[in-house]
């Protein structure tokens, strides 16, 4: 594996945080959940994102601190979040605080061997439409790509077995 995903999330800062926050309950989500699903996608530094659900924020960003971690504000429209920073890296926290996030975090795909986890493509989707930015617009357009392909390589057909 060497994608563009694969050399960002292997990054010294990134991996760090990555396997910090393994056993929460969170997901990749934005341009680097993006890139995990659609391999051309490169992601850009500030593309780390991750949502978690609320009621797990304040343990979280108790370890980011211990760790050396500035939590840099809250901010926010339609969900909050909150920035942090370790040197030159910094990434947003998303917090899951509606009912329609939290079950998106249900659909989370756990990659044991890289220690990440990953909201749907459908879930990103959703999250991109509320931002409505020009990058979010055709992040939306590569995922509903790769949605398309990936259900034309994933039909199941059922074959009615004749009584014997």
């Known amino acids: ?15 760090e945080f990555l396997d910090m926050v393994f056993d929460f309950d969170y997901a990749l989500v934005g341009g680097l959940a993006v890139a995990f699903w659609v391999k ?30 500035t939590i840099e504000g809250w901010k926010g ?13 910094r990434f947003d926290i998303l ?6 996030l939290k079950e998106e975090l249900f659909f989370t795909f756990t990659v ?8 749907h ?12 930015r020009e990058k979010d617009m055709r992040d939306v357009e590569l995922l509903e790509t790769f949605i398309r392909h990936a259900k034309s390589h994933a039909k199941i057909t059922y074959q009615i077995c004749p009584k014997a």
């Open 95 to 100: 917090l899951a605080q509606d009912d329609w």
């Open 40 to 69: 051309e996608r490169k992601p850009t530094p500030g593309e780390l994102d991750i949502l978690i659900d609320e009621e797990e924020i304040n343990d979280l960003l108790e370890l980011l601190e211990k760790h050396h971690y």
């Open 1 to 15: 594996m060497n994608t563009f995903f694969d050399q960002f999330i292997q990054a010294p800062l990134v991996r």
């Open 121 to 132: 493509p459908k879930g990103i989707i959703k999250m991109k439409l509320l931002a409505l």
């Open 77 to 89: 429209l339609e969900i909050t979040n909150v920035a942090v920073r370790k040197e030159d890296f």
């Open 112 to 119: 044991p061997d890289r220690k990440i986890k990953v909201l």
